[in-house]
């Protein structure tokens, strides 16, 4: 499977856009762009996929790159329940498991 | 609605004690089933997944095995637990399409092995 690249770590503020961003140089044409959170305690929770173009969902955008070697993730207001650990993993159609890396961990301060 | 239990919550072994993990889903059929595991500060690794009953794929060799007897039955077990079987592990389960998008997770079983 194709490898992504996610930051660390992120901080925003409470209320604020929070933008986070995956890169994907590698993926194929039949990769889909997941994401997953997991908030402290839990098991991930799915947030938002997409193949080419943009989505949009109650929880979340996804705004995928033309090339798409690249996506991020917007959250458009934070709020403190937001804070977790979040996933940017890359899915074949045909596939069945889905492969975690370490994510970006989210701040968010009030 | 579809739910998925995971029991015991917690667990404290001792080294070298046998494990079992049970993880049942309730509300769908042929669902396909997995197990990860998440040790202390690090990602999720897939340990095994299922896409039918009897049918165990395994992703990461160790002193773990999965089995599962009935279709929304899944099963963790080792013979022999070791200190790096530590961890937070997780079930989930995904309708029984290749193609399907989302993963459900369980609430998960903290393993301590001492």
């Known amino acids: 499977d194709a490898k992504t690249t996610q930051p660390n770590s992120m901080e925003s503020n409470e209320e604020e856009p929070v933008h986070l961003p995956c890169n994907h140089s590698?993926?194929?044409?039949?990769?889909?762009i997941h994401w997953y959170r997991q908030l402290p305690s839990q098991g991930p929770e799915y947030v938002i996929h997409?193949?080419?173009s943009n989505v949009n969902n109650r929880m979340a955008s996804l705004a995928i790159a033309e090339d798409r070697k690249s996506s991020t993730l917007i959250l458009h207001r934070a709020t403190l329940r937001d804070a977790a650990v979040y996933y940017c993993?890359?899915?074949?159609?045909?596939?069945?498991?889905?492969?975690f890396g370490k994510g970006t961990s989210l701040l968010v301060t009030p | 609605s579809q739910t998925i239990h995971q029991w015991p919550a917690t667990l404290v072994q001792p080294v070298g004690s046998p494990l079992s993990l049970e993880c049942t889903v309730e509300?769908?059929?042929?669902?396909?089933l997995y197990w990860y595991r998440q040790a202390a500060g690090r990602g999720l690794q897939l340990l095994f997944y299922?896409?039918?009953?009897?049918?165990i794929s395994s992703e990461v060799p160790q002193n773990l095995s999965a089995s599962r007897p009935q279709d929304r039955q899944f099963i963790l077990s080792s013979k022999k637990l070791l200190l790096s079987d530590s961890g937070f592990y997780l079930c989930?389960?995904?309708?029984?399409?290749?193609?399907?998008?989302?993963?459900?997770f369980g609430p998960g079983t903290r393993l301590t092995v001492l």
């Open positions: 993993i890359l899915k074949r159609n045909s596939g069945y498991a889905l492969n």
């Open positions: 299922s896409v039918g009953i009897g049918q």
């Open positions: 590698t993926i194929s044409g039949t990769d889909y």
């Open positions: 509300g769908t059929s042929n669902p396909n």
């Open positions: 989930a389960w995904a309708p029984g399409l290749a193609g399907s998008t989302e993963q459900f």
């Open positions: 997409g193949l080419t």
